[in-house]
């Protein structure tokens, strides 16, 4: 007699891995130019830096053992100093945590703020992991539509006026991922001023902005109300493998994760804490260090962004590259991009399809592009790569 396999819950018959991810898979070939992941360069990540780092944690046990759930209390005194100067106001201590990367604290928001059902309003293109963390959590999910100034705040207010009422928006105001633009000023404004006058929470997902090329981002969201969460990370401007995230949040928010991660792994590394602390401690070299980040991503950025240029004209329509870590393209004259994709992999390059960050479909003559991860040369050899596939 077969053993009765025992169900899995019923929420994972809505999710889907990520396209991204799973398009990763198929894009490890030497041969092929990759665009399509969202790595930072490991080559200008410091390992020098970070064995020093490391080396000195050592030195004691202390970092070996557990630590506190929202985080090794020296790293969020230097967070809470960097996020007071980043929000020009004093951020107290109890209002900093620090999780597993700015993606757990995503989740964890998600098992927070939202019930099964509950509103949640993203940007559209979406980041897919938003998605899915908002999918797991039962939420009903809108989509706003952006522009070169970011999210469409004028959509939103429209459907505030129609008596939606979202639990939470959640943005990703600096240099988006996948849309390439960040949120201007008034925009910035109207969305606090939304969020106070109706009662939600936004989320302000802020992994890249420390990230900018010519001029840096403007003041966040989280300046101009109490009712957004801030979250940021170490992975873009130090290493992905510290996984160190943080969020800024009201203190009861805050307790309400900490019951929360206590459930799913009781705490952080107390060893990558230091090391995150000592580096992001640091600031003359920490200033050198990430300023040579720019200078070389602002490079690619723009090498990428006149390849596509010059290689297609008018066929393709791409973003401004003005910082962190992706171009957001479409095509013009109607082709598919997902249909597109395996000629593409065949002449050797790779790249998002744009229907992958749809919410609802769509976007099917679009695609994403990463630069960070090759030279101006190599670059401009993956455009003449697609500009061949693309016939």
Request: hydrophobic letters at 45%; a negative charge; aromatic letters at 6%.
């Amino acid at each position: 007699m077969s053993p009765t396999i025992p169900p899995l819950a019923a929420k994972l018959g809505g999710l889907q891995s990520s396209a991204i991810r799973d398009l990763l898979k198929l894009t490890t070939r030497a041969e092929i130019i990759g665009l399509a992941g969202g790595l930072p360069d490991a080559e200008l990540m410091p390992r020098e830096r970070i064995a020093v780092a490391a080396d000195a944690a050592l030195r004691s046990a202390g970092p070996l053992q557990y630590t506190e759930s929202p985080g090794w209390r020296p790293l969020r005194a230097v967070l809470t100093e960097r996020e007071s100067a980043r929000l020009g106001r004093t951020v107290d201590l109890d209002e900093v945590f620090v999780t597993h990367g700015s993606q757990q604290a995503l989740s964890l928001l998600a098992e927070v703020l939202l019930d099964p059902g509950a509103l949640v309003v993203v940007e559209d293109p979406a980041y897919v992991g938003a998605l899915q963390v908002f999918r797991a959590a039962g939420a009903r999910i809108v989509a706003v539509p952006l522009d070169a100034e970011g999210m469409r705040t004028d959509v939103l207010a429209d459907l505030l006026a129609r008596g939606e009422r979202p639990a939470v928006v959640h943005t990703v105001s600096n240099f988006h991922n996948p849309g390439g633009v960040t949120m201007s000023p008034q925009r910035r404004a109207h969305l606090a001023e939304l969020a106070d006058a109706h009662g939600f929470w936004v989320i302000e997902d802020d992994p890249y902005g420390e990230l900018w090329f010519d001029t840096p981002a403007p003041a966040p969201v989280a300046t101009y109300s109490r009712n957004v969460i801030r979250l940021s990370s170490a992975s873009k401007i130090l290493a992905p493998s510290l996984r160190v995230g943080w969020m800024v949040a009201p203190d009861p928010v805050c307790r309400a994760v900490e019951l929360l991660k206590q459930g799913a792994d009781l705490c952080g590394s107390a060893l990558t804490h230091q090391i995150a602390a000592d580096l992001l401690a640091d600031e003359a070299w920490l200033t050198a260090h990430v300023d040579h980040v720019r200078t070389v991503y602002g490079t690619r950025a723009k090498s990428l962004v006149h390849a596509v240029r010059t290689r297609f004209g008018d066929r393709v329509h791409c973003t401004d590259a003005t910082g962190g870590m992706f171009v957001w393209a479409d095509f013009t004259d109607g082709t598919d991009t997902q249909a597109l994709l395996p000629r593409a992999l065949e002449a050797g390059v790779a790249y998002v399809p744009g229907s992958a960050f749809a919410v609802d479909g769509g976007y099917r003559n679009s695609m994403r592009m990463c630069f960070t991860t090759s030279d101006a040369a190599i670059l401009t050899e993956a455009v003449d790569r697609l500009a061949r596939a693309a016939g």
